[in-house]
């Protein structure tokens, strides 16, 4: 039986093709607006009245606004060739775009709707992506690869912990789940960054990939995992000492950094798309590191929470994307103009909000606009150069 007309015209539009598409566009648009909303509120200018207010806004959107469609986007995508079956497209995939989008607009204009509306629509995203990718690793039996979905269910957790919070006024329930899903993001990119960065690094470079050291491989994962694990229980009610998660959080950030020097980083400077990817891994355990002083009280948790956030992740996703985008796209890997400075936008941003801050806390006003214009001035260089590609047809002729 053939499937309808209109059915056939969706799979034919290269915005439905693959995940990567839609989600890399919206979000690195929705962050631009998120942004430039957040600039304006720090300027006395309140252009939203949000679901929970500005700040809790801001926090929610920036990780599961931004935050997940990129992960989702990336790990949809990436689960075709892992699994060598077709992956979410066509009028599935319009689907759960439109659930997200929905979400975001449910969210910026309640227009009165009861609290538990647009949260449903916005918690319901994440396990219906994570539906979608573990029917594909089951199906191909990879099972190596079905650990993202738990983490994508976790980041449903945390998502859900946020507007429990906004919708009962547990201010600390919020700050829990905004850091477990920090800090999820944080285990998807040592994972993914673990395998993507020194394979990349090698191929451009043409030298043999660093073996794998097993015992830091298990102790960089493992303990970065059991900081999740921690910050869960701590979500959870469970009084986690201080001490122990810095202790912990430590432990991670020096394997982390060890694993980062093996893959001949400084070898990359000619190419933006490698040190960018490089650099941002480096600020996993400046974060970590960074996060573990401030709960031994050298400074506010959110300084580390933003080398995390900016520096980690915003700029690995800028770089992934902007590789991604490329290769899927049938067109040839390579740095185009502006990109590299878009990069060095993200990390002066990371800098600035987060460690210059750290020690001249009586700049904040002028760090924090700065950073947010830094952020989206990368974020409108991607823009200006991928969004045709993202909206056509592969130059090869391959579907995708």
Known sequence: MKPPLFVTRLNRLPMTRLAFRPFFLLASLFSVLAMGVWFAFWHGDILLRPRGGLIWWH??????GFGAAVVVGFLLTAVQNWAGRRSLHGAPLIVLVGLWLAARVLLAFPAGLPSWVPAAVDVAFLPLAALAMARLVIAAKLWRNLMFVPVLLLLAMANLAMHLGAAQGRTELIRQGAYLG???????????????????????????QPAPIPLLEKLTLGSVLAVVLLQLAVLLGVAVPAVLMAAMMLVAAIASLVRLARW????????PLLWGLHLSYAFVPVGLAMWAMALLGAFRVELAVHALAIGGIGAMMLAMMARVSLGHTGRQIRTLPGIGVGLALMFAA???RSPVLAVFPQITHWTYNLSILFWCGAYLIFLFH??????????????G
Not at 189 to 198: A, D, E, N, S, T
Not at 264 to 271: D, F, Q, Y
Not at 386 to 399: E, I, N
């Open 386 to 399: 991928y969004t045709r590609p993202l909206l056509s047809a592969r130059v090869d002729g391959q579907d």
């Open 182 to 208: 920090i800090l999820l993001i944080a285990v998807l990119m040592v994972l993914l960054g673990g395998r993507v960065i020194p394979f990349f690094t090698s191929r451009k470079l043409g030298r043999p």
């Open 59 to 64: 926090q929610h959107e920036m990780l599961f």
């Open 264 to 271: 001949e980083g400084h070898r990359t400077l000619h190419e």
């Open 350 to 352: 990371a800098l600035l």
